[in-house]
């Protein structure tokens, strides 16, 4: 049987690390950067890690809200959509993860554009 996502990434502290990246890496991307004006930096990054952490099979240690309870009403475009998705594949290469666990993140977090893009 094949490891989880969560241990390929190299669990709580390895996702912790990546997600703290993808952050710092949203705020310098002038595409997405304006939608996290004014908001707590260690929040969004501890949304992030716990989000990542529970989704990929670690411990369920996310205490915020589902996809589309947190993005509604914001009318997050397609556009923003992928900035989101190309941020999140260059903080992966910035933490050396495998390509076969590049494609599995970035499929996961695709497959939730529904629950994100104009809601
Ligand atoms: C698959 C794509 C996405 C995922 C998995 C995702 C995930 C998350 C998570 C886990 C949180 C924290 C929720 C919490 O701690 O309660 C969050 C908050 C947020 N997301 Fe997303 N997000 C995605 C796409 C986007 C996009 C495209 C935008 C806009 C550019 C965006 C803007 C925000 C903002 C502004 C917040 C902060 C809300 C607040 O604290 O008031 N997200 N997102």
Same mark, same amino acid.
């Given at each position: 049987m094949q490891n989880s996502l969560y241990?390929?990434?190299?669990?709580?502290?390895?996702?912790t690390k990546i997600a703290g990246d993808l952050v710092n890496i949203h705020l310098e991307n002038p595409a997405i950067a304006p939608r996290f004006d004014g908001l707590d930096v260690a929040d969004l990054k501890n949304g992030a890690? $716990?989000?990542f952490i529970s989704g $990929?099979?670690?411990p369920n240690v996310y205490a915020?809200? @589902?996809?589309?309870? $947190?993005?509604?009403?914001m009318n997050i475009s397609a556009t923003?959509?992928?900035?989101?998705?190309? @941020?999140a594949l260059i903080a992966l290469q910035k933490n050396n993860v495998g390509q076969r666990e590049q494609e599995e993140v970035l499929f996961v977090l695709y497959s939730m554009r529904s629950d994100v893009v104009l809601v």
């Open positions: 241990e390929r990434l190299g669990g709580s502290e390895g996702i890690a $716990t989000f $990929t099979g670690g915020g809200q @589902d996809m589309l309870a $947190t993005h509604k009403g923003e959509f992928m900035a989101v998705l190309d @941020d």
